[in-house]
């Protein structure tokens, strides 16, 4: 079993950063895909990347590319979404997932991740 907690969220004006952190603890073995998610109100919860916790190796959606970064601490289970450049769009209920597989395997929707986080919610103002 593996537990997940995200901390960081908070609300921030647009051009802002925040630093978005996923303490993983548990019967992790193995290399893990770490995803985040992010849900606006009455919205469908959609990926915003994923790394390989073995190697760093990580990918983004498309409206996010050159101003989210993943990174990871393996030394101590933490995954970091850091988020820069944040728009009013970005705001959400930002969920931290993992699943025991590398990345690549799957096409990284929701129902793909066996476990989550409870969210942090990040608001970005106009």
């Known amino acids: 079993q593996v537990q997940l907690a995200e901390s960081g969220g908070g609300s921030v004006q647009t051009g802002g950063s925040l630093r978005l952190s996923c303490a993983a603890s548990?019967?992790?073995?193995?290399?893990?895909?770490m995803g985040w998610f992010r849900q606006a109100p009455g919205k469908e919860r959609n990926g915003v990347g994923y790394?390989?916790?073995?190697?760093?190796?990580?990918d983004y959606a498309d409206g996010v590319k050159g101003r989210f970064t993943l990174s990871r601490d393996n030394a101590t289970n933490v995954v970091y979404l850091h988020l820069n450049s944040l728009k009013p769009e970005d705001t959400g209920m930002y969920y931290c997932?993992?699943?025991?597989?590398?990345?690549?395997?799957?096409?990284?929707?929701?129902?793909?991740?066996?476990?989550w986080g409870q969210g942090t919610q990040v608001t970005v103002s106009s």
């Open positions: 790394i390989n916790s073995f190697s760093g190796s990580a």
């Open positions: 548990g019967d992790m073995y193995g290399n893990y895909c």
């Open positions: 997932a993992a699943d025991p597989r590398f990345c690549w395997v799957r096409r990284n929707e929701a129902a793909d991740f066996r476990y």
